[in-house]
């Protein structure tokens, strides 16, 4: 009798449905929590994601009968996210070392296969040693408060991603924000800086929702006169920009004036998970000792490491795929821009197609999307009000149909809403 009742009662529970925690309080907060839902999507900024039924790629099939979209909108720069030899390392890697470690690294969480993914960064970045973690969002967090003493200074680019400002707001430095990209504001935050012990300039290389890189040359002319060291995050560009693919700091040749770079596994480098910190070997074994996210969070499960490993075994042994960016950014920017549009950036994959109202890029990114184009329309809090935009990424898998295919559906849809002339 016990047991037929316990098992209704769990049945009972599980055929209820969800319960809603009971009170004065819990009342108070659901009904602020609806009212501030309500003003997002009277703002037009409400973030919709729409589900794919299929393998990320230039081409996706989408939950709810959606088939043959061409995607505009992943990080997937070079397409290896769905590339068979990555996809096959990534299996092997599962079967020989497990689904994950259930640990942290320092107690029973490191493989051999995570040590050798660190050479191996280290090694294609030219760096000393690499240190991995579960995100580049975390080695952001986590290398500001384990560097950086109330003795020193941090001067960060103003738009800087959300993870570098997140992880500054960690650390107990003397905190220094130079107006973007402006080498004037940087060297005058640099001249006030010079009372602390260590400076360090932090910045994105490739400012990843406007799309234009970091003047990294004046940055480091700048961080040499004043003695100050250098920080990149390279997650957007890692992969493919520079002649090798090794990032921003190879593209402008400043290989040896850059200290610290931090970047990403989820992106171009086979697009699951993961990021790293790279440079001296000193910082990366204070960053095992101290690094929170690192210390703190579980290894990086195995398939995401074989995945990772196996993307950058391809761009080592060949610059072919990082090479066949340009060609195809060049014929969406210019193609767009011809027919009236405004593109922000310069010469990179993400090209920010500028509208201003955030109910305008959200409209037609709908109406894309009913043209067979999956992008998606950017607005506050993301980027600053007025400045709403759709930001299309180029991919190397894109074929030059699907490039001409967007810039077609762009054409009608900005029409349509009066967005063209």
Request: glycine share 10%.
């Amino acid at each position: 009798m016990w047991r037929v009742a316990t098992v209704r009662a769990v049945r009972g529970c599980g055929a209820g449905g969800p319960r809603a925690a009971s009170g004065a309080a819990a009342a108070q907060l659901r009904k602020r929590l609806e009212s501030e839902l309500e003003d997002i999507r009277g703002a037009g900024t409400w973030k919709t994601e729409r589900v794919i039924a299929s393998r990320q790629g230039p081409h996706l099939h989408l939950a709810g009968g959606g088939s043959g979209i061409i995607n505009f909108c992943a990080n997937n720069y070079l397409g290896l996210s769905s590339h068979p030899e990555v996809i096959r390392a990534g299996v092997e890697t599962l079967e020989n070392f497990g689904a994950g470690l259930s640990s942290v690294r320092f107690i029973c969480g490191t493989q051999s296969i995570h040590k050798d993914l660190e050479v191996k960064i280290a090694r294609f970045h030219q760096r000393e040693d690499a240190i991995l973690y579960a995100s580049c969002f975390d080695a952001n967090a986590g290398i500001f408060e384990a560097l950086l003493t109330p003795e020193d200074a941090v001067l960060s680019d103003e738009l800087n991603h959300a993870s570098i400002i997140d992880g500054i707001r960690l650390c107990k430095a003397n905190k220094y924000r130079y107006k973007h990209m402006d080498m004037q504001d940087l060297e005058a935050k640099l001249q006030e800086a010079q009372k602390h012990r260590l400076r360090l300039v932090a910045t994105d290389g490739v400012f990843s929702m406007d799309g234009d890189i970091a003047p990294l040359q004046e940055i480091c002319q700048l961080a040499q006169k004043y003695d100050a060291l250098v920080f990149i995050d390279e997650c957007h560009a890692t992969g493919f920009l520079g002649p090798n693919g090794r990032g921003t700091d190879e593209l402008l040749g400043v290989m040896d004036k850059v200290t610290i770079i931090n970047s990403t596994l989820g992106k171009a480098l086979g697009g699951a998970a993961g990021g790293y910190t790279t440079g001296p070997k000193p910082l990366i074994d204070l960053l095992r000792q101290r690094s929170r996210p690192y210390l703190f969070s579980n290894s990086l499960p195995p398939a995401v490491v074989g995945c990772a490993s196996k993307a950058l075994d391809l761009l080592m042994e060949s610059n072919a795929i990082a090479q066949s960016m340009a060609a195809k950014t060049q014929r969406f920017r210019s193609k767009m821009t011809a027919a009236g549009f405004t593109i922000s950036g310069k010469d990179h994959p993400i090209c920010p197609v500028m509208l201003g109202d955030a109910r305008l890029a959200s409209v037609m990114a709908e109406d894309m999307l009913n043209r067979g184009i999956y992008v998606i329309g950017f607005s506050y809090p993301v980027v600053p009000k007025g400045k709403a935009r759709i930001r299309v990424q180029i991919s190397a898998v894109h074929s030059d149909e699907d490039i001409d295919r967007c810039v077609e559906a762009f054409t009608e849809v900005g029409r349509k809403h009066r967005a063209l002339p």
